[in-house]
């Protein structure tokens, strides 16, 4: 559920109100009577978890050049010779 802000034209108070989407929005003060008003603010979004950054997600060019590599490098390995 958001957190709305809303401002008294009247006395100046701010407040929080936890709020549905689909409520009303608030329009007096309980202070003074006054009009509210819904204040814009700085929303927080926090990404937590894995698959959030460019590194949990992998291309699929990326997974068969990595495919590549190894098979390649194997083939270099058995090249060399054994001491």
Same mark, same amino acid.
């Given at each position: 559920m958001p957190i709305y802000e809303y401002e008294c034209e009247g006395c100046g108070k701010r407040l929080e109100v936890w709020q549905k989407i689909t409520d009303e929005?608030?329009?007096?003060?309980? !202070?003074?009577?006054?009009?509210?008003?819904?204040?814009?603010s700085q929303?927080?979004?926090?990404?937590?978890?894995?698959g959030w950054y460019v590194t949990d997600y992998a291309r699929k060019e990326r997974k068969e050049t990595q495919k590549e590599d190894s098979g390649s490098s194997g083939t270099?390995?058995?090249?060399?010779?054994? !001491?």
């Open positions: 929005p608030l329009a007096t003060c309980e !202070s003074c009577g006054g009009k509210l008003h819904k204040l814009i929303s927080s979004f926090i990404l937590k978890g894995t270099q390995d058995s090249g060399k010779e054994s !001491s």
